[in-house]
């Protein structure tokens, strides 16, 4: 079992960085691939970065490539998005997820990761 728990959201202006940060528990977080979605209202959960084991690779939805950048700290068992330059559209409720297959590749799809986070808020004001 793997919890995952999500912080840094809020209310920021347009144009503003905010940073997540995503906690887990468990002592094989090195060994899980991270990837973050987000969820708008009335929308469907979309993926927006996701980063490998040992944080070598990573992967961006072309929307937030420039601004937004994933990394973890594998001593902490903690996983990051730091976005800058945030746009409304960024608006959203901000997941991370962990995908436990071993020896997979980055994925996009929600349906590859198999443990989530509560969610947290992000506002952008415009």
């Known amino acids: 079992q793997v919890q995952l728990v999500e912080s840094g959201g809020g209310l920021v202006q347009a144009g503003g960085s905010l940073r997540l940060s995503c906690a887990a528990s468990g002592r094989t977080f090195s060994s899980y691939v991270m990837g973050w979605f987000r969820q708008a209202p009335g929308k469907e959960r979309d993926f927006v970065a996701a980063?490998?084991?040992?944080?070598?690779?990573?992967l961006y939805v072309d929307s937030v490539k420039g601004r937004f950048t994933i990394f973890r700290d594998n001593a902490k068992n903690t996983v990051y998005l730091q976005m800058n330059s945030l746009k409304s559209d960024d608006t959203a409720v901000y997941y991370c997820?962990?995908?436990?297959?071993?020896?997979?590749?980055?994925?996009?799809?929600?349906?590859?990761?198999?443990?989530w986070g509560q969610g947290t808020q992000v506002t952008v004001s415009s």
């Open positions: 997820a962990a995908d436990l297959r071993s020896g997979s590749g980055l994925s996009r799809s929600s349906l590859e990761y198999d443990y």
């Open positions: 980063i490998s084991q040992r944080g070598v690779s990573t």
